[in-house]
Nanobody, 124 residues
Framework: QVQVVESGGGLVQPGESLRLSCAIS????????IGWFRQVPGKALEFVAT???????SYAGSVRGRFTVSRDNAKSMVTLQMNRLKPGGNAEYYC??????????????????WGQGTQVTVSS
């Protein structure tokens, strides 16, 4: 069984930073693809960032240059550093873990285990 737990969400002002963490445990390799997605109520799940073996990364165009995804395999942890957050950028952020080894995955169906989400609110 795989467990994925997100943390670090909260309320920040526009322009500020926030760091989300994704802790992964269970029968899964931390070299497998790990992705961050976000969802606004009533809208589809949106890809944010992903990382796989050799620390390859990919980002959605809307966050590239502001967000950084990184992994610490020794701690089975993946973090999402979010800088220069934009007003109205409120969403539930989810971390997904893939059950199989492979390259970057930019869609939600590429992941098998998900956390419960962590809320990010950007407001002045």
């Amino acid at each position: 069984q795989v467990q994925v737990v997100e943390s670090g969400g909260g309320l920040v002002q526009p322009g500020e930073s926030l760091r989300l963490s994704c802790a992964i445990s269970g029968r899964i390799s931390t070299d497998n693809p790990i992705g961050w997605f976000r969802q606004v109520p009533g809208k589809a799940l949106e890809f944010v960032a992903t990382t796989c073996y050799d620390s390859e990364t990919s980002y959605a165009g809307s966050v590239r240059g502001r967000f950084t995804v990184s992994r610490d395999n020794a701690k089975s942890m993946v973090t999402l550093q979010m800088n220069r957050l934009k007003p109205g950028g409120n969403a539930e952020y989810y971390c997904g873990a893939a059950a199989s080894y492979g390259g970057l995955r930019l869609t939600g169906d590429g992941y098998d285990s998900w956390g419960q989400g962590t809320q990010v609110t950007v407001s002045s």
